[in-house]
């Protein structure tokens, strides 16, 4: 594996992309298709707030005006930590945006509450929906398909690998591709050499796994239940297996990790900067996604830093999670909102290579590794390593409640010392309670 070439950056990608936002590009029609209003309208979109996402989302805004010019589209932008409860707020009040975002694994959910409106083909040129699915990779519009109709499209598919401080390493005496932790135990061994102390404050963690929302919890807590051979979840949805030996054995590990490399009780990670730690260098290693890339090479880390995959406890039978976010559209609107809340949705979508360029996200679409921006990004082939031994992070109408609870007992063993099978003896005591009703 070579480092990134310093003099690359994703900024530099997004201008290579060489793409405008006008209309008549690869799969957009210039001309409004059946049943979109002449006369003026408003539609509302929510997104989850990140800095080079919403950046860009103004930027397609600002385009999709020049294309529509009779509709005007009003951005409410939130926290990812708020947004779920938000949305599910106003959608069962029959009010809320036209296009929703919303991490894949809460689609279900609002499928089963009946508030999502069905993907317009005519909108997206498709005859059927198996024919839209086959633009995508295998399994690309799973989490949005119900029923063999499509409801929700994604902007993004994330691996979860290892991001590693090449300062960090090389002022340790290591090298940040040769000394790399490949698995747990590896991790444990770095923590005494990369960990610095200064009297009773933690200046700089080895590595941490995250606290400041128990969706990450989860994203990082959920392959180490896979990798000890164990799942979260029945593929029915309907039982939960967090008190599992597996899960045990997970936690177990989590705790032992943390005691020698990392410190919870001193973060500055937050769901609107999950990253924050590593960027200002208080960590040495974290995990997160592809789309932390422009994060980063703003920041004093610059490129200065390798991705690597995720730490695994057999590297023979690697164990990852795949995430995404999608776009659905609310079925609650009038007919004609609706029409061009998919138009909308269709024209963001339309080039995938600036949205990585841009954004940093990856679309499941087929041919995205062989595009040009794909090839240049840094470190793109270790992230679509990691998606390949993936599973889909858990998908239910309580992906939430399940999540809060695997969160809490995750905290309860490392904030309070609690031992992992009771902390999760617990957490599957009230899963229980939520899936038996």
Not at 32 to 42: C, D, R, S
Not at 45 to 59: A, D, L, N, Q, V
Not at 152 to 163: D, E, V
């Amino acid at each position: 594996m070579k480092q990134w070439n310093m003099r690359r950056t994703v900024s530099s990608l997004a201008a290579a992309a060489m793409l405008t936002l006008i209309a008549g590009g690869s799969g957009f029609a210039a001309d409004p298709p059946a049943g979109f209003p002449k006369e003026k309208v408003t539609i509302e979109i929510w997104w989850h707030e990140f800095g080079p996402f919403t950046s860009y989302m103004k930027e397609l805004i600002e385009a999709y005006k020049k294309v529509r010019p009779n509709v005007t589209v009003n951005p409410v932008v939130t926290s990812s930590g708020d947004i779920n409860q938000k949305l599910t707020v106003a959608l069962a009040t029959g009010t809320g945006p036209d296009i929703m975002d919303q991490d894949a694994s809460f689609y279900e959910l609002y499928y089963a509450k009946g508030v999502l409106e069905p993907l317009n083909l005519e909108v997206f040129g498709a005859k059927s929906y198996e024919e839209l699915a086959a633009r995508y990779t295998p399994g690309g519009i799973a989490a949005g398909t119900f029923g063999g109709k499509v409801y929700a499209l994604p902007y993004q598919g994330n691996s979860m690998s290892l991001f590693i401080n090449n300062k960090a390493f090389a002022a340790a005496g290591l090298d940040p591709v040769k000394d790399a932790p490949k698995t747990w135990d590896d991790m444990k061994a770095l923590g005494p050499k990369l960990k610095k102390v200064q009297g009773n404050r933690t200046v700089q963690k080895a590595f941490d796994f995250p606290y400041h929302s128990p969706r990450w919890e989860m994203q990082c807590f959920q392959p180490l239940v896979e990798q000890f051979g164990g799942k979260i979840l029945s593929d029915d949805g309907k039982t939960a297996y967090l008190n599992s030996p597996e899960a045990v054995k997970a936690l177990t590990l989590w705790r032992d990790v943390t005691k020698v490399t990392g410190d919870p009780k001193t973060t500055m990670n937050t769901p609107s900067n999950p990253n924050q730690d590593f960027i200002d260098g208080r960590g040495a290693m974290w995990i997160t996604g592809p789309w932390a890339t422009p994060q980063i090479q703003e920041s004093a880390i610059k490129n200065d830093f390798t991705v690597v995959p995720l730490p695994q406890v057999n590297p023979a039978k690697p164990h990852t999670i795949v995430y995404g976010w999608m776009w659905g559209v609310n079925k609650a609107k009038p007919a004609a909102q609706k029409v061009v809340a998919w138009d909308f949705v269709k024209f963001m979508l339309n080039k995938p290579e600036e949205w990585l360029a841009k954004a940093a996200f990856v679309q499941p679409l087929k041919g995205v590794s062989e595009t040009k921006v794909a090839k240049g990004f840094p470190f793109f082939d270790v992230h679509m390593k990691d998606v390949a031994t993936a599973t889909w992070y858990i998908r239910s109408e309580f992906t939430n409640e399940i999540g809060q609870a695997a969160g809490r007992a995750i905290e309860r063993t490392i904030y309070d010392g609690v031992d992992p099978k009771v902390s999760l003896d617990q957490a599957q005591a009230e899963v229980d309670k939520v899936l038996k009703k």
